[in-house]
């Protein structure tokens, strides 16, 4: 997914970008929603005592339904969201190593600093676009009884009817400091594995792509997730759950009365679904993107 010798977003045409990002977006929240949707209720809810007993109470009393809420309206705006975040990594990495499109592709990789800058910028891109559809697929993850929401469009409707347009980025700040920091880690990792996996002037193949994305999943949300745990309890301290007041609230209240570790809640789950949801997007974003220009 990078402008470098494994993957050349900066020489796919526009339309071929949103394409091959939209398809192998929507292939990674169908490989990891239902690992994501228990890990949402961990970390928001206090009635369960682990990942399996997440799991027995899901399929017990919503089916594997209950495993798949929330997941159509990423799935749908999954293109969006990556043409935009891969967008604008190539365009940074672009301005600041001073070089055109094609130069890494001969050879000559980006600095590692450059590399994590532009990652943190594409970060940023993202949250602007994606704190609402992020906020609408938390909510609905967490409706583990009664349904409050009747589907991406009710929720919408009825966040925009009790919060107003502010609403629909409630929790954007620790989404913000979740993904700024997290997508420079998350291309960092992408970039060195994959060089240290590839043959110089070569082309990477697919074990060196699959475990360049893997392993930057891994290292990303190893990281990522404590602020995801704030982000997703601020998310819905507006559909009935505990009300916080922002970030460092939230942080101090869950502390104090759940205890450090309750930042931790949902890692192994994030590690484990990291792994391959990202190994698929990037293999096959660079798949995709090689098929539609012909290369």
């Known amino acids: 997914m990078l402008c470098s010798q494994g993957v050349n ?10 394409i091959a990002g939209s398809v192998s977006g929507a292939l990674g929240v169908v490989v990891g929603h239902p690992m994501d949707t228990v890990k949402v209720r961990l ?6 005592n682990g990942i399996f007993d997440c799991v027995a109470k899901t399929f017990a009393n919503e089916g594997l339904h209950g495993f798949l809420k929330g997941m159509a309206f990423p799935a ?3 293109g969006l969201s990556n043409s935009a975040i891969f967008g604008s990594y190539c365009s ?3 301005y600041l190593t001073r070089s055109r499109p094609g130069d890494r592709v001969k050879g000559k990789d980006a600095p590692a600093a450059h590399v994590f800058a532009s990652g943190c910028f594409s970060g940023l891109v993202g949250v602007v676009i994606m704190a609402p559809v992020d906020l609408v697929k938390v909510r609905l993850q967490g409706q583990a009884s009664g349904e409050r929401y009747r589907g991406p ?3 919408v409707s009825t966040i925009l009817r009790e919060e107003g347009p502010r609403g629909l980025y409630r929790g954007a700040l620790a989404l913000a400091l979740r993904d700024v920091p997290c997508y420079g880690l998350y291309f960092l990792p992408y970039e060195l594995v994959r060089r240290a996996l590839t043959e110089p002037g070569t082309q990477s193949g697919t074990l060196a792509v699959l475990m360049a994305g893997g392993s930057a999943g891994v ?3 190893a990281c990522a997730t404590p602020m995801d ?15 916080y007041r922002g970030v460092a609230h939230c942080i101090l209240v869950s502390a104090r009365e759940e205890g450090p570790r309750v930042f931790f809640r949902g890692l192994l789950l994030n590690s ?10 990037f293999l096959s974003y660079e798949s995709l993107a090689r098929t539609l220009r012909g290369g």
């Open 9 to 18: 977003l900066c020489k796919v045409m526009p339309s071929s970008e949103y």
């Open 219 to 221: 290292v990303t949300w």
């Open 272 to 281: 484990a679904r990291a792994f391959p949801v990202n190994a698929i997007t």
């Open 153 to 155: 469009l009710h929720c």
């Open 76 to 78: 749908l705006t999954s």
């Open 229 to 243: 745990v704030v982000k997703a309890r601020l998310q819905l301290s507006g559909a009935g759950g505990r009300h």
């Open 92 to 94: 940074a990495l672009d």
């Open 43 to 48: 970390q928001v809810h206090t009635q369960y």
